[in-house]
Each structure stands twice: as structure tokens, then as C-alpha cells.
């Protein structure tokens, strides 16, 4: 179930909404961590630092759609074009935020999660709710009960 994670850095200390299980290929694609990247995906297709050549590829992706894990998913095509576009592992999953300083290391150095940038785009875009993701009209039910969940009780 979608949880949350506190990133801390110096000087630096943060709430995230977090996944159980990697989203994606291959993936176990639970309904509500598949949810919450999906409406990332959401967001950032409307985000002006979105970068033109990907966003038609995020705008594709529908908050609420059953994921197949397969390559040709458009989660998993949004996934690929996102990994691409910001360097770091390109595998086709968003995975667990694992670390409490939000950081992982590959063979080219430290690179901060995907779903950072995601539940960033998600902050942005719900200055005045977030994290309160039930709010948004977009949110699909079972990422708003999982949300309520972590927040309520």
C-alpha cells in the first residue's frame, strides 16, 4: 500500500508519498502504488519543466488504467521515456524510495529516485493540498483510501 517516507538531507527534511513495490515492466503493479504514479505522470505532463519530446508520451498515461507490466504499457512507455530523459538505471520501474536521504547509487554516481521527481510534480501541482492526494478530482479510489489511510488513521 502506498505509504510515506520522510527524505532528509542537511538542512533538508521532507514528506513523500512512497510505494510498497516497484511500479512498471515486469512489476507487481499494486493498484494504488500504480495509481500514485500515474497521477505523477498526470502532473508532470502538465508541468512547463516538462521537456516537449516526452510530454505527449506522459499525457498518454490515464490515473486509474490496470498496468499490464508490459513494454508496450503506456506506464511503462512513460516510465522508459522519464528514465531516459534524466539519466541513472534505465529499467522500466519506478521503485521503492529506499533510502531516508532519497538517493541511490548506480554505475554513473548518485541519482535522486523517480518517484521523487513524481510526488514533487504531484506537490506542485496541489500547493494547497498536498499531501492530502484524496482532494485532487483526478485521484482514483483506491489511492485515495490508501491515502486516508496513512493520513486519517
Known sequence: MVSGILVQKPGF????????AEVGLNSPNRTDDVQLVQLGYAFMAMAPTTPNEIRATFAAVQVGAFCTGRDDDPLVQAIFAHESS????VDGH???IGTSNGIYMDSSG????????LVNNIQDG???DFPRLDKHPACPPDLKAAVLKVLIA
Open 94 to 96: 519506478v521503485s521503492v
Open 126 to 128: 496541489m500547493p494547497n
Open 110 to 117: 548518485p541519482h535522486t529516485y523517480m518517484l521523487t521527481a
Open 86 to 89: 534524466r539519466g541513472g538505471t
Open 13 to 20: 527534511r521532507k514528506f513523500f508519498w512512497n510505494i510498497d
